[in-house]
Nanobody, 127 residues
Framework: QVQLVESGGGLVQAGGSLRLSCAAS????????MAWFRQPPGKEREFVAT????????YYADSVKTRFTLSRDNAKNTLYLQMNSLKPEDTAVYYC????????????????????WGQGTQVTVSS
């Protein structure tokens, strides 16, 4: 089993920055990719970004690709999401997810591809 714990959310003004962290524990040695999804108030969960462990390759949603950056610390089994130039529409609960099986790149944007999920962290951007 794998456990994921997100942190780093909070309240920030528009134009500000936050860095989210996702610490993975348990059977993480066979990680294929880790991702961030978000769920805005009253909306469906949506893809934000994903990073494959080999390569590595990073994929971003069009809405964030010029503002958000993924990175990782292998020693800490932690994935980071640096979020800059935040907008009110970035307000959401942000979830970390992990998949261990090799997955087609186009499916890495789909939440159902990830069996492991964190509890979420709230990000609120005020205007």
């Amino acid at each position: 089993q794998v456990q994921l714990v997100e942190s780093g959310g909070g309240l920030v003004q528009a134009g500000g920055s936050l860095r989210l962290s996702c610490a993975a524990s348990g059977r993480t040695f066979s990680t294929y990719a880790m991702a961030w999804f978000r769920q805005p108030p009253g909306k469906e969960r949506e893809f934000v970004a994903t990073l494959t462990w080999t390569g590595p390759s990073a994929y971003y949603a069009d809405s964030v690709k010029t503002r958000f950056t993924l990175s990782r610390d292998n020693a800490k089994n932690t994935l980071y999401l640096q979020m800059n130039s935040l907008k009110p529409e970035d307000t959401a609960v942000y979830y970390c997810a992990l998949v261990q099986q090799p997955t087609w790149s186009n499916l890495l944007r789909t939440s159902t591809s990830y069996p492991y999920w964190g509890q979420g962290t709230q990000v609120t951007v005020s205007s």
